[in-house]
């Protein structure tokens, strides 16, 4: 006869008061950082610029600084993941982003290793 045994673990609040704080601060931008291609390519399938787009990630939770936004949409633009292009809109200049076709097959590859990787991790947690 064989018994199974369900154990469910709380993470107490003395537990993750042992956590490194600033260990844990550095490995959760780690994390996060891989992600966030991965949320910039899927936001522009419709165009936006930076400003809407960063609107648009904080939206879904995903905040992120000016200063690590504009720095990734001109290296993905460099890598020919997007298309840029200088409009007027209410009197000002406006830079607006869009995937390039390049960019729309980069998105879909990711989205499918994504989907693995996650699938993994649930299995794993």
């Known amino acids: ?39 910039v390519l899927a936001c522009l399938r419709t165009e936006r610029y930076g400003y809407t787009l960063r609107q648009a990630l904080a939206a879904d939770g995903l905040e992120m600084e000016e200063s690590t936004l504009y720095p990734l949409l001109r290296r993905l633009e460099g890598q020919g993941l997007l298309t840029s292009e200088w409009r007027e809109e209410e ?23 994504w989907r693995g990787i996650g699938a993994s991790l649930d299995r794993m947690l």
């Open 1 to 39: 006869m064989s018994h199974t045994l369900c154990v469910t673990h709380y993470v107490a609040a003395s537990e993750m008061d042992a956590v490194d704080r600033e260990l844990f601060e550095t490995m959760r931008l780690e994390l996060r950082r891989g992600s966030l291609v991965l949320a």
């Open 91 to 113: 009197k000002r200049k406006k830079r607006f982003y869009i995937l390039s076709p390049g960019g729309e097959a980069m998105l879909a590859a990711l989205t499918e290793e």
